[in-house]
């Protein structure tokens, strides 16, 4: 079946524009998940959904990261008026249970943002 | 706050040999820890799952070990193979929030 979708794939944004990310998890996926990843570093945590309840947003960097999943499947990642250190690969992961102690994660293939 | 050590950053070994890499993280109050493999430019693909009660699973060439008391965890891969290149990444997973720690990049030399 279909994997972890997300879009676009590449996105060149300039300094102080806004940008938005698509993710759409495997179908049925109760737990949706974002991350940034730093060129050579691993993920960091952002923010997880459990259906289309934001349960944890502790690691949004500031208040210009929005994330929403209004019915519970597909999720946007907003960014606005981004800046040079928004420059990261961003990338989604969606499980099937709520029991984070059960469930690996199935990861898209990320969205590229590089902000100039 | 949890951190995530990865040892080392990077290996390179002849096709065929068994390896270890290492991981290690500080706070033991875990719900599981997660091995996954990320090839350039690609997501992550998750390996292995070792719940907080466990000591180790298998699968295949690969076997994870958990040790929470010494906050360690090791992935063992056997005999192996040019397509085992890629980076490693482990992941101590406490509710919804994970930590990951930067990766062992290990290259398998025909």
């Known amino acids: 079946g279909a994997g972890v979708s997300q879009s676009p794939r590449y996105k060149v944004a300039k300094r102080g524009q806004d940008v938005a990310l698509r993710c759409d998890p495997i179908s049925g996926h109760v737990s949706l998940f974002w991350y940034q990843q730093a060129l050579g570093q691993g993920p960091e945590f952002l923010t997880y959904?459990?259906?289309?309840?934001?349960?944890?947003k502790s690691g949004l960097p500031s208040d210009r990261f929005f994330a929403e999943r209004p019915e519970g499947s597909v999720s946007t990642l907003k960014i606005q008026r981004t800046q040079q250190e928004d420059s990261a690969v961003y990338l989604c992961a969606s499980s099937p249970g709520t029991d984070q102690g059960n469930s690996p994660l199935h990861f898209g293939n990320g969205t590229r943002l590089t902000v100039t | 706050k949890q951190e995530v050590t990865q040892i080392p950053a990077a290996l390179s070994v002849p096709e065929g040999e068994n390896l270890v890499l290492n991981c290690s993280f500080t706070?033991?109050?875990?719900?599981?820890l997660q091995w996954f493999r990320q090839d350039p430019g690609k997501g992550l693909t998750s390996l292995l799952l070792?719940?907080?009660?466990?000591r180790e699973q298998t699968s295949g060439r690969l076997n994870a070990s958990l040790d929470k008391s010494s906050g360690r965890s090791t992935l063992y891969i056997a005999a192996s193979q040019p397509g085992d290149s890629a980076t490693y990444l482990c992941?101590?997973?406490?509710?919804?929030?994970?930590?990951f720690g930067d990766g062992t990049t290990l290259t398998v030399k025909p």
């Open positions: 992941a101590a997973f406490n509710a919804g929030k994970s930590t």
């Open positions: 070792i719940q907080s009660s466990q």
């Open positions: 959904f459990q259906n289309e309840a934001q349960l944890d």
């Open positions: 706070d033991s109050a875990i719900y599981n």
